[in-house]
């Protein structure tokens, strides 16, 4: 079955940088998408960033535009998240999740890892 597995979160200062990685298995898709979010408790899951496989197109959310990259490693099977300049307001749980389509809304995804945690620190 699908699976993935998020890592890479932990403790970092204002304005450090962190990398979240999504190993995937468990599917053959030609096209699909792979997208980052991310939740604090309290608040529903949102968006941060989203990687079209097939094509290769990258979305972002406005608040982490130019701070984060989305990449992957197609021989690792490997999704990773390049956080830069982060801050105090990026604090949450990260998770990964995969879906048919590249958006950035929780309901196109349907497959989750368990999700590591962000803690950005003033």
């Known amino acids: 079955q699908v699976q993935l597995v998020e890592s890479g979160g932990g403790l970092v200062q204002s304005g450090g940088s962190l990398r979240l990685s999504c190993e995937t298995s468990?599917?053959?898709?030609?096209?699909?998408?792979i997208a980052w979010f991310r939740q604090v408790p309290g608040k529903q899951r949102e968006g941060v960033s989203c990687?079209?496989?097939?094509?290769?197109?990258?979305y972002y959310a406005n608040s982490v535009e130019g701070r984060f990259a989305i990449s992957r490693d197609a021989a690792k099977n490997t999704v990773y998240l390049q956080m830069n300049d982060l801050m105090p307001e990026d604090t949450a749980v990260y998770y990964c999740?995969?879906?048919?389509?590249?958006?950035?809304?929780?309901?196109?995804?349907?497959?989750w890892g368990q999700g590591t945690q962000v803690t950005v620190s003033s």
């Open positions: 999740g995969l879906g048919p389509m590249a958006t950035l809304r929780t309901r196109d995804f349907d497959s």
């Open positions: 468990g599917f053959t898709y030609d096209y699909y998408a």
């Open positions: 990687l079209s496989v097939g094509d290769e197109k990258t």
